[in-house]
């Protein structure tokens, strides 16, 4: 018969506790071309069942018209959070031999074709679940020359050129490093006391406390990222920008001092300036008083001097220290209405209307005299 569909695969079925018995529909030959895969969705581990003792394979009686059949699990039936997937896996041989002039049926043709179509179907799923790159790609090499302990821990990666490498190994976050807690081969995890980042070399269970750096254990983790020194990096430069920024604004302060002292300078100047003005204006005015005052004292001591010369002039005019007013002084108080007092001046009237003598006293030594 002809090979009428490309499905090479049944499933996958989910466990519902209620089935062990899945059928597929697939054209194989005998039990052990069938294959049972069971998936556990908690973990996405994979587990291939071997034949009659996980599984038992029922062939349709006629796999040209009625291809398939069904498995059956000896465990029971699948439990919820497993799945059973079914397919083929034919093995790549020729068996069918065919003689020289020797006779043949029609179904061998058939049955042989089939195999190879059968193969070329596996083949097919087989490249259709495979990574590939694309009909434009190109890509020197794919060929892997490490050998195992070279490639051991590593992974698959592109060099610059886009070409395959051998590269560092990479890990599965575990959280925060715990005791009491057994770690495999490039297990990471975070040291909760200080942040660092370390990668596990050694499967072990783990023991102590943090940090992991003074752990009796160290020597089966190696740091990738120093958490504590880029702190500690991070915290002094956070004080140095502190120092920088009080520093500046110490600065700033200054400068603003600075001006401060530099207008009260220009204040004091000014003021300096209008003092010094005012105490030129006042020492003239001071030499101005002074030669006034001398002045004035130059004048009082000539009106001085002039009183005293006009005293002594009277007093000689009319003999003895008397002074004639009239040639007949016979009338009482000629004389003194002859004077006219000022002030710190007295007059007294001595023989009034006969040979009159009068007495004049002063503060000073200077006289008011008045002439008839």
């Known amino acids: 018969m002809t090979i009428s569909s490309t499905i090479r695969k049944a499933g996958p079925y989910p466990g519902t506790a209620n089935a062990a018995t899945f059928p597929f529909s697939f054209k194989v030959f005998e039990a052990a071309d069938v294959v049972v895969i069971i998936l556990e969705a908690s973990t996405s581990i994979e587990t291939t069942l071997a034949l009659s003792t996980d599984y038992t394979v029922i062939l349709n009686q006629d796999q040209n018209s009625n291809p398939g059949g069904n498995i059956t699990l000896t465990a029971g039936n699948l439990v919820i959070g497993k799945s059973v997937t079914i397919t083929s896996n034919l093995q790549p041989l020729q068996g069918t031999d065919l ?46 020359s490490e050998n195992a302990a070279a490639r051991a821990n590593k992974v698959l990666a ?13 890990g599965v976050f575990r959280g925060d490093w715990s005791a ?8 990471i995890v975070k040291d909760a006391s200080n942040s660092n980042i370390y990668i596990n070399q050694a499967t072990h269970t783990s023991s102590g406390t943090t940090p992991l750096s003074s752990n009796a254990q160290i020597t089966n983790w190696a740091l990738i990222v120093d958490a504590a020194a880029a702190g500690a990096s991070a915290a002094a430069a956070a004080a140095s920008a502190l120092a920088a920024s009080g520093s500046a604004t110490d600065a700033n302060d200054a400068a603003g001092l600075s001006v401060s002292y530099r207008d009260s300078a220009q204040q004091a100047q000014l003021s300096a300036e209008d003092h010094r003005d005012d105490a030129l204006q006042a020492k003239n005015d001071a030499e101005t008083a002074e030669t006034n005052a001398q002045a004035s004292e130059t004048a ?41 007092s000022g002030v710190g001046i007295s007059v007294n009237v001595k023989n009034a209307g006969g040979d009159e003598l009068l007495e004049i006293n002063s503060d000073a030594i200077v006289y008011a005299i008045a002439l008839g």
């Open 180 to 187: 009491g807690v057994t770690y495999g081969i490039r297990d």
């Open 300 to 340: 009082a001591g000539t009106a001085r001097d002039q009183a005293v010369a006009a005293a002594n002039s009277a007093a000689a005019t009319s003999g003895g220290g008397t002074v004639k007013v009239t040639t007949n002084d016979t009338n009482a108080n000629t004389l003194q209405q002859k004077i006219i």
């Open 99 to 144: 003689t020289n002039q020797g006779g043949f049926y029609p179904e061998v043709i058939n049955d042989a074709l089939d195999k190879a179509v059968i193969l070329a179907q596996q083949q097919k799923s087989d490249l259709e679940r495979s990574i590939k790159f694309s009909i434009t790609n190109t890509i020197g090499s794919l060929e892997i």
């Open 158 to 170: 592109f060099d610059a050129q886009g070409e395959f490498q051998v590269a560092q190994e990479l």
